[in-house]
Antibody, heavy 121, light 107 residues
Framework: EVKLEESGGGLVQPGGSMKLSCVAS????????MNWVRQSPEKGLEWVAEIRLKSNNYATHYAESVKGRFTISRDDSKSSVYLQMNNLRAEDTGIYYC????????????WGQGTLVTVSA | DIQMTQSPASLSASVGETVTITCRASENIYSYLAWYQQKQGKSPQLLVY???TLAEGVPSRFSGSGSGTQFSLKINSLQPEDFGSYYCQHHYGTPYTFGGGTKLEIK
């Protein structure tokens, strides 16, 4: 059974930093692109970042809204993906989901339960 | 970026009815379209990918269709467990974008 478990969310002040973690199980982690997606009442579902495989030199892609502030990374030895978030803004508030791409395309086949990030003074 | 426009934003229907949700892409995305279901307080779950392929375990009353810029999700004979929110998303390439969602409620 595929499982994705996020951690690291909480309350942070504007301008602050936070690192989210996601531990995966139930599949060969090193074979799959991983993504972070966030959700807020104001913006709905928003794709945040993607990291590809070692064979792709761990290529990363970001939404324009987080480029330069967020960094996605992975540790295949720990079956984990991370999202380092710096210079956080109120509009970054939301539930952050760790997701795994599918076997037949870049759709998001599996989602974690999410971790809530609140950016507020 | 590709914009995804989903309609209707909300829909009220009764158990046993058939409903259709539509999604339009701002440019050609071929068949790179997915649909997700989200129930209150839960994370989204994949229903359909590549426009018409049902994800594992999804009941056959769900069906996806379309290509290019026009897509739809049809639910035949609505069941109580089908009520919730539905989202389309293109997976043609980054940035992946989602539709605004359709909230399906019990009439």
């Amino acid at each position: 059974e595929v499982k994705l478990e996020e951690s690291g969310g909480g309350l942070v002040q504007p301008g602050g930093s936070m690192k989210l973690s996601c531990v995966a199980s139930g599949f060969t982690f090193s074979n799959y692109w991983m993504n972070w997606v966030r959700q807020s009442p104001e913006k709905g579902l928003e794709w945040v970042a993607e990291i590809r495989l070692k064979s792709n030199n761990y290529a990363t892609h970001y939404a324009e809204s987080v480029k330069g502030r967020f960094t996605i990374s992975r540790d295949d030895s720990k079956s984990s993906v991370y999202l380092q978030m710096n210079n956080l803004r109120a509009e970054d508030t939301g539930i952050y989901y760790c997701t795994r791409k599918g076997d037949y395309g870049n759709y998001l086949a599996y989602w974690g339960q999410g971790t809530l990030v609140t950016v507020s003074a | 970026d590709i914009q995804m426009t989903q309609s209707p934003a909300s829909l009220s229907a009764s158990v046993g009815e058939t409903v259709t949700i539509t999604c339009r892409a701002s440019e050609n995305i071929y068949s790179y379209l997915a649909w997700y279901q989200q129930k209150q307080g839960k994370s989204p779950q994949l229903l359909v990918y590549n426009a018409k392929t049902l994800a594992e375990g999804v009941p056959s009353r769900f069906s996806g269709s379309g290509s290019g810029t026009q897509f739809s999700l049809k639910i035949n004979s609505l069941q109580p467990e089908d009520f919730g929110s539905y989202y389309c998303q293109h997976h043609y390439g980054t940035p992946y974008t989602f539709g605004g969602g359709t909230k399906l409620e019990i009439k």
